[in-house]
């Protein structure tokens, strides 16, 4: 069984809609969540941390993280088509800093 | 903010030489830096871990004859593909992680390598 879940996609959404990119961990001692943005022949670029639970908001992202549930949520307001990408969910299963990336999620915003 | 420089961002080489490519933390101390490979429209897959001062670790499936990773300062790692073959050619990115506590992971920018 996948430590982190993310759902393949593609997502697609209109441009100026909420994109809304979900993951599941299976770690309950997870510390610290991470969303990568990937284009495509790319490597992946950090946009977002959160370690506490709620929202974390930076511009038209906001990262949601609920441990109880074990899910960890990236909103995008206003998407641009050059949000078009894959997104990736990365997990610190401990204080040790090893990270668990889901398989990503490829987001299409359509102009 | 932290950098992660990898070099080569693009190589072609022949079928059975070896390609080494390097990865650096420009601004930061990186005690561990991560090895992975992307087939294209597939997620990232980790291939070794690498510790400074000490032998990598690597996952399974991984030759680490044929992957050899060193690892010699707090800001290099170096992979090198070793007897280069078709299906090595790949995009393999390093990252690297800072000391402090929730440090995020810093990636480099890549190595599209193209074995002929």
């Known amino acids: 069984q996948k430590e982190v879940e993310q759902n393949s996609g593609p997502l697609s959404v209109p441009e100026g809609a909420i994109a809304s990119l979900n993951c599941t961990y299976s770690?309950?001692?997870?510390?610290?969540f991470f969303w990568y943005r990937q284009y495509s022949g790319k490597s992946p670029e950090l946009i977002m941390s959160?370690?506490?639970?709620g929202d974390k908001e930076d511009g038209r992202f906001t990262a949601q993280l609920n441990k109880a549930s074990q899910y960890v949520s990236l909103l995008i307001r206003d998407s641009q088509p050059s949000d078009s990408a894959t997104y990736l969910c990365?997990?610190?299963?401990?204080?040790?800093?090893?990270?668990?990336f889901g398989g990503g999620t490829r987001l299409m915003v359509k102009p | 903010g932290a950098v992660v420089s990898q070099h080569p961002s693009r190589v072609i080489c022949k079928s059975g030489t070896s390609v080494k490519i390097e990865c650096r933390s420009l601004?930061?101390?990186?005690?561990?830096m991560f090895w992975y490979r992307q087939f294209p429209k597939q997620s990232l897959m980790l291939m070794a871990t690498?510790?400074?001062?000490?032998?990598?670790?690597?996952e399974q499936g991984v030759e680490k004859d044929k992957f050899l990773i060193n690892h010699a300062s707090l800001t290099l790692s170096t992979l090198t593909v070793t007897s280069a073959h078709p299906e090595d050619s790949s995009f393999y990115i390093c990252?690297?992680?800072?000391?402090?506590?929730?440090?995020?992971?810093?990636f480099g920018n890549g190595t599209r390598l193209t074995v002929t």
């Open positions: 690498s510790n400074e001062g000490s032998k990598a670790t690597y």
């Open positions: 990365a997990v610190s299963p401990n204080a040790g800093n090893m990270l668990t």
């Open positions: 990252s690297a992680l800072g000391t402090a506590d929730n440090s995020p992971l810093h």
């Open positions: 601004d930061f101390q990186a005690t561990t």
């Open positions: 959160i370690y506490s639970n």
């Open positions: 770690d309950r001692g997870s510390q610290s």
